[in-house]
């Protein structure tokens, strides 16, 4: 079993910037991608961050340019910075792992851009 813990959502003005963070625990050793999925009202979740252990990051269009993904190693941390954050950006994101057999979610963090 693998647990993701997310922190880092809240409100803020648009043209700001938050970053997330995910912390993997337990059966990590065999995880080969991390990353970001979001969610708002009404719609379909969407991925929009992945990265896959020595491949590279791979982002929903509409956030290129905007939002990065990076990982540390050594603290089994996954992050989200983002920047330029627009009102469509309002949703929860959830980080996701996989270990190519099962998926993984965190219990997700909302993110409201808002003036």
């Known amino acids: 079993q693998v647990q993701l813990v997310e922190s880092g959502g809240g409100l803020v003005q648009p043209g700001g910037s938050l970053r997330l963070s995910c912390a993997a625990s337990?059966?990590?050793?065999?995880?080969?991608?991390m990353g970001w999925y979001r969610q708002a009202p009404g719609k379909q979740r969407e991925m929009v961050a992945l990265?896959?252990?020595?491949?590279?990051?791979n982002y929903v269009d509409s956030v290129k340019g905007r939002f990065t993904i990076s990982r540390d190693n050594a603290k089994n941390t996954v992050y989200l910075q983002m920047n330029s954050l627009k009102p469509e950006d309002t949703a929860i994101y959830y980080c996701?792992?996989?270990?190519?057999?099962?998926?993984?979610w965190g219990q997700g963090t909302q993110v409201t851009v808002s003036s």
């Open positions: 337990g059966s990590i050793f065999a995880i080969y991608a």
């Open positions: 996701y792992a996989t270990n190519s057999m099962t998926q993984y």
């Open positions: 990265i896959s252990f020595g491949g590279s990051p």
